[in-house]
């Protein structure tokens, strides 16, 4: 079974700190992804890798960054912790492009993070 | 970028009773993925259609990639109370630059009440 687990369930952070959320997969999956989650908006794409050193913007990439410095660990980081990166943090992981079985994300358990 | 429209937003249904959720799109895409997030976890894949008017049965859930391309449905039969959580739908197109990733976009999410 995939295993995709994220280093911590709950953070709680002051606003303008440096945070970091790790993740790691056990399958030697391409593909790292990361979200946010707020109510009623779904699931947002923050970043994406498809290879270690490799990353896109998503479609909300702003006030974050992210570091692919091995296959299995994708870590997102907030510069600059704000209010209104109070959310859940979803990271999952896919097979490489090669059929429709890329598109299967596997997520972790989610990090609910509140920054005050 | 594109779109899902993913509906109802929320169902509070009786024990027993079949539930039908759906997502359309005003893109056409090459997959169809339906998720399931139970309460303070991250989304499970249940589901994945790969080919227009596939119709695939995971237990007491159906589902259905449209005709059109465009849109797909899920219904749950003779729903349980373990069915509570959130369903995403999720589609993905050949042909778009950054799908080398295997990116997915996703619907906002139907939750999913059940009384027992």
Redesign the interface.
């Known amino acids: 079974d995939v295993k995709?687990t994220q280093s911590s369930r709950y953070l709680v952070k002051r606003t303008g700190e440096k945070v970091f959320l790790e993740c790691v997969q056990d399958m030697d999956h391409e593909?790292m992804?990361w979200?946010r989650q707020d109510p009623?908006?779904?699931?947002r794409?923050i970043y994406?890798?498809?290879d270690v050193k490799m990353k896109?913007k998503?479609?909300i990439p702003e006030g974050y960054s992210v570091s692919r410095e091995k296959k299995e660990r994708f870590s997102l980081i907030l510069e600059s912790a704000s209010t209104n990166q109070t959310s859940m943090y979803?990271c999952?992981s896919?097979?490489?492009?090669g059929g429709?079985?890329?598109?299967?994300?596997?997520?972790?358990?989610?990090t609910r993070l509140t920054v005050t | 970028g594109q779109q899902l429209n993913q509906s109802p937003q929320s169902m509070f249904i009786q024990e027993g009773e079949d539930v039908s959720m759906n997502c359309t799109s005003s893109s056409i895409f090459n997959t169809w993925l339906w998720y399931k997030q139970d309460p303070g976890e991250g989304p499970v894949l249940l589901i994945a259609l790969y080919k227009a008017g596939e119709l695939t049965s995971n237990g007491r859930l159906t589902a259905q990639f449209g005709i059109t391309r465009k849109d797909s449905f899920l219904n749950i039969s003779a729903s349980i109370p373990s069915d509570v959580g959130i369903y995403f739908c999720a589609g993905a197109s050949v042909g778009v630059v950054d799908t080398n990733a295997g990116k997915s976009t996703f619907g906002d999410g139907t939750t999913l009440t059940v009384k027992p």
């Open positions: 995709v593909n992804f979200y009623g908006l779904g699931l794409l994406f890798s498809y896109e998503g479609d979803l999952a896919s097979l490489p492009l429709g079985a890329s598109y299967e994300q596997y997520f972790g358990p989610g």
